[in-house]
C-alpha cells in the first residue's frame, strides 16, 4: 500500500482557498485517495475521497494528477474552524485499515 | 443519526493495572476499529472486528486486545498498563458494504494517562 507524504504545516488566510498537497507517487492502480482531518482534541473527520476524477463535496475538492502521483485538497473558502491537522492516506476500496497508514499530516493554520 | 460514542472520555490508571474501554458505533455500521494516537507515533491501527470476529490486527502486544458484541458494540481492553500507553484511543466505525466501504467514522476518543 502506498505511502503519502505532506508538508508538515501551513498558514491560510481566512476566506482564501487553502490548498493542501500530497504526493503518493507509488499509488497503484486500484488504490484510492482519501484526506481526514483532526480538529484538536477531536477524532479524524473523514472528508473526501477518489480515484482518478476530480471531486467536490460540500467539504472540499480533491484534484488528482493525471499520473496518480499527486493530489491537492482544496477548501475553498477556508475558515477558523477549518484549523486542525490533515491526513491524506492511501487505500485500495477493500483494503482493511492495519495497511493504510496515517502519517504525520499537514497542520493547517487559518489566520483572521 | 449519533455518531461513534466513546466512553469514558478520560481515564487515569496506574501502571500494573488494567483497562476497559468502550465504544458504541454508528446504528447500522458492523466494522469497529480502534487506533492509538501519541504524540510520537501518530495514529497507529490496533485492531478491526466485523461481525463479532477480529477481522485485522495491527502491531502491538497481547496486552491489548478487543471484542465485539451481537450489537456491534465493542470493547478494548489493556493489561498491565506499562507508562507508554498513555495516549488517545480512538474507535471507529464503517459500513460493510457498498461505495462508502472504506470512509471511517471516527469517536471522540478516550484519553488514557497512566501514572
Known amino acids: 500500500d502506498a505511502k503519502t507524504t505532506q508538508p508538515p504545516s501551513m498558514d491560510c488566510a481566512e476566506g482564501r482557498a487553502a490548498n493542501l498537497p500530497c504526493n503518493h507517487s507509488t499509488i497503484s492502480g486500484n488504490e484510492y485517495v482519501y484526506w481526514y482531518r483532526q480538529i484538536h482534541s477531536q477524532g479524524p473527520q473523514y472528508i473526501i475521497h477518489g480515484l482518478k476524477n476530480n471531486e467536490t463535496n460540500e467539504m472540499a475538492s480533491l484534484i488528482i494528477t493525471e499520473d496518480r502521483k499527486s493530489s491537492t485538497l482544496i477548501l475553498p473558502h477556508a475558515t477558523l474552524r477549518d484549523t486542525a491537522v490533515y491526513y491524506c492516506i492511501a487505500g485500495g476500496r477493500e483494503t482493511s485499515y492495519d495497511k493504510v497508514i496515517f502519517g504525520p499530516g499537514t497542520s493547517l493554520s487559518v489566520i483572521p | 443519526k449519533a455518531g461513534v460514542t466513546q466512553t469514558p472520555r478520560y481515564l487515569i490508571k496506574t501502571r500494573g493495572q488494567q483497562v476497559t474501554l468502550s465504544c458504541s458505533p454508528i446504528s447500522g455500521h458492523r466494522s469497529v476499529s480502534w487506533y492509538q494516537q501519541t504524540p510520537g507515533q501518530g495514529l497507529q491501527f490496533l485492531f478491526e472486528y466485523f461481525s463479532e470476529t477480529q477481522r485485522n490486527k495491527g502491531n502491538f502486544p497481547g496486552r491489548f486486545s478487543g471484542r465485539q458484541f451481537s450489537n456491534s458494540r465493542s470493547e478494548m481492553n489493556v493489561s498491565t498498563l506499562e507508562l507508554g500507553d498513555s495516549a488517545l484511543y480512538l474507535c471507529?466505525?464503517?459500513?460493510?458494504?457498498?461505495?462508502?466501504?472504506?470512509?471511517?467514522?471516527f469517536g471522540p476518543g478516550t484519553r488514557l494517562t497512566v501514572l
Open positions: 471507529a466505525s464503517r459500513v460493510d458494504r457498498g461505495p462508502s466501504y472504506n470512509e471511517q467514522f
